[in-house]
């Protein structure tokens, strides 16, 4: 009922005041599980990518948003649990490799589940290295993968921001990449690999940007 109210809500109010650029939306599937695999610059793309998609995108977001307390703590749940986000402790090893499993439910509940292979923002604004859990969760549930490539989110929300602020963003989806048959006879590993790249030269395809041909470590107080 919630996401319903704000789904209602924010998209057509952020469009009319930001009015983001988008290409390629009809590549996202009306219906049944989708993996929109994306390039990540700004805290503010997880907000960006539910809001130009008509069906809802499940995000993961970091616990600390869903365990405040008081007014603030209340209104930051309500928030995040709105649009439709999920929570992970990222600091917990367990509980990361868990939101894998999280992950393949939403999509075994033919849901859109919304992921970023660098695994953390951009701070250079390269593209880095994708992390082989996206593959993971295409080939365990078959389901195609969306490129999704994001520009300007990094001038709506500079990272260290908490507010957005007026800037053109651009919101580029490509064609889905199926695996079905795909990867048949092919070791697991190197079919995660593989898969994986496929998937980051796509988004780079899209965004322009340049491979930084290395991963993206998270800083120790990244927010």
């Known amino acids: 009922m919630l996401y319903q109210v704000l789904h209602t809500v924010v998209p057509p109010a952020a469009k009319a005041v930001w009015r983001p650029t988008v290409r390629g939306l009809e590549h996202v599937p009306a219906t049944g599980p989708v993996i929109l695999a994306s390039n990540h610059l700004s805290f503010a793309d997880s907000m960006v990518i539910p809001i130009v998609v008509p069906r809802k995108v499940v995000f993961l977001a970091k616990s600390d948003y869903f365990t405040g307390t008081g007014v603030r703590g209340a209104l930051s749940k309500a928030w ?81 921001s908490t507010l957005p602020r007026l800037a053109r963003v651009t919101v580029a989806f490509g064609a889905p990449i199926t695996v079905a048959g795909e990867y048949d006879g092919i070791a697991l590993g190197r079919a995660r690999r593989d898969l994986t790249d496929r998937i980051m030269s796509a988004i780079s395809e899209l965004t322009g940007q340049v491979e930084a041909g290395v991963y993206n470590d998270r800083p120790a107080l990244d927010d």
């Open 80 to 160: 995040f649990q709105g649009m439709g986000m999920l929570p992970v402790d990222r600091d917990d090893t367990a509980a990361a490799i868990g939101s894998l499993q999280t992950a393949l439910d939403v999509l075994g509940r033919g849901e859109a589940f919304g992921i970023y292979p660098e695994g953390t923002r951009s701070r250079d604004g390269r593209l880095y290295r994708g992390r082989t859990g996206v593959a993971h969760l295409a080939l365990t549930s078959g389901a195609p993968v969306v490129p999704v490539g994001l520009t300007g989110t990094d001038r709506l929300q500079p990272i260290g």
